[in-house]
């Protein structure tokens, strides 16, 4: 039997509850992203423990309640309107960042920049690219990010999907932990490759704008920036949406753009690429 809203609502309360998960009711998801934009959802979870996480999720998918899982809502583009389905905000997940020779190991929640820092207290090289890079490493590991010469692929050496006591076999979609394994390095250097990777980031991307890093996958091609560039259409806008001055991979909200013309601008960018020179670009952004 199809449920309505009110009963899907309380529900999704009625496991906050079961699970010992505090959430909150009607959450505009806006407030959650780095665009700015997005609706409400019914019910959002914040577990501060991975046990209390994985039951919230395996309730959902007990009593078929879709759930999304958040974590810096960095890379996240959300459309507007009322969303039916409920969010598991890991941005609680987190603690001490756990240092074993080389690895690093984290709760999902944990930011970037704070693994980064905890590697160069302990002269450990890798991270200085990701320190620039906002949002936590459960996202970052989820979404594979990085630039051309180094992804998160390249530095994971587990993922945690689950507690001890999760049935045999049974790997859940909830990124719980991380270990990343890195090499030693002198910290000076590793202290210089950040500012350097920090002043590179403040020259090439829309810093301080409400953004969500880079909109398209680089094609095999060319990168998508350039192909975008050719075509002349930096500043850009649809609404409040605008292709952005400094790199043209990246949609930036002047102040009151809405998903719908973030999602316009998306599409006749890809159109007019496509028209021009035939490659058809995708979406690395995350569209909910």
Same mark, same amino acid.
């Given at each position: 039997m199809e449920r309505n809203k009110k009963q899907y609502e309380a529900i999704a309360a009625a496991i906050g509850d079961a699970a010992?998960?505090?959430?909150?009711?009607?959450?505009?998801?806006?407030?959650?992203?780095?665009?700015g934009v997005g609706g409400c959802v019914?019910?959002?979870?914040?577990?501060?423990?991975?046990?209390?996480a994985e039951e919230v999720y395996q309730r959902c998918r007990d009593q078929n309640v879709p759930l999304k899982i958040l974590g810096g809502g960095t890379n996240l583009l959300v459309r507007d309107g009322e969303l039916l389905f409920c969010v598991l905000n890991t941005g609680?997940?987190?603690?001490?960042?756990?240092?074993?020779?080389?690895?690093?190991?984290?709760?999902?929640?944990?930011?970037l920049s704070s693994m980064a820092r905890k590697a160069l207290q302990h002269g450990l090289t890798g991270l200085e690219f990701f320190s620039t890079i906002p949002g936590t490493v459960g996202g970052a590991v989820a979404?594979?990010?990085?630039? &051309?010469?180094?992804?998160?692929? %390249?530095?994971?050496?587990?993922?945690? /999907?689950?507690?001890? @006591?999760?049935?045999?076999?049974?790997?859940?979609?909830?990124?719980?932990?991380?270990?990343?394994?890195?090499q030693p390095g002198e910290p000076s250097e590793i202290s210089s490759m950040m500012r350097t990777f920090s002043e590179m980031r403040k020259k090439t991307q829309p810093v301080g704008k409400k953004c969500a890093g880079c909109v398209f996958?680089?094609?095999?091609?060319? &990168?998508?920036?350039?192909?975008? %560039?050719?075509?002349?259409?930096?500043? /850009?806008?649809?609404? @409040?949406a605008e292709v952005s001055a400094v790199h043209a991979n990246f949609i930036v909200n002047k102040g009151n753009a809405t998903s719908e013309d973030i999602l316009n601008l998306i599409a006749e960018v890809k159109e007019r690429v496509f028209k021009s020179c035939g490659i058809l670009l995708q979406e690395e952004v995350c569209i909910w």
């Open positions: 010992g998960c505090a959430y909150e009711r009607n959450v505009a998801l806006a407030g959650y992203t780095s665009f019914g019910v959002m979870y914040f577990p501060e423990k991975p046990e209390v609680k997940l987190r603690g001490e960042v756990e240092v074993s020779g080389t690895s690093l190991q984290s709760l999902s929640g944990t930011t979404g594979n990010a990085g630039w &051309p010469r180094k992804r998160m692929k %390249d530095l994971v050496s587990s993922i945690s /999907f689950g507690s001890p @006591d999760a049935p045999a076999g049974e790997k859940l979609p909830l990124i719980l932990r991380v270990s990343l394994s890195l996958i680089n094609p095999s091609e060319a &990168p998508a920036g350039q192909l975008i %560039d050719r075509l002349g259409l930096k500043r /850009f806008a649809i609404g @409040d």
